[in-house]
């Protein structure tokens, strides 16, 4: 599986949440392969499954059911329960 964390410019926001993706992973016993990328760089094959703040996730061009939508990209309990979220519905966790 391949998660790619995704900003408007694909520089500091985005590896930081390519951070805390890795961390909360490691919590849930999940691995993946994380990367980090800007908006304008993602197509819905890079990635199984794109998380990206709110204010860029309704002008991705990608599946909905591939994106995880952070309101508070630095509030890793946030990053936590969403993915944790998403895992227990697509029956992964």
Known sequence: M???AVCGSGLGSSFMMEMNIKK???TLGVEAEVEHSDLGSVTPDVADIFVMAKDIAYSANLPEEKIIIINNI?????IEQKIRDYFEKNGQL
């Open 24 to 26: 909360v992973l490691k």
């Open 74 to 78: 630095i509030d890793l309990k946030e």
């Open 2 to 4: 391949k998660m790619m």
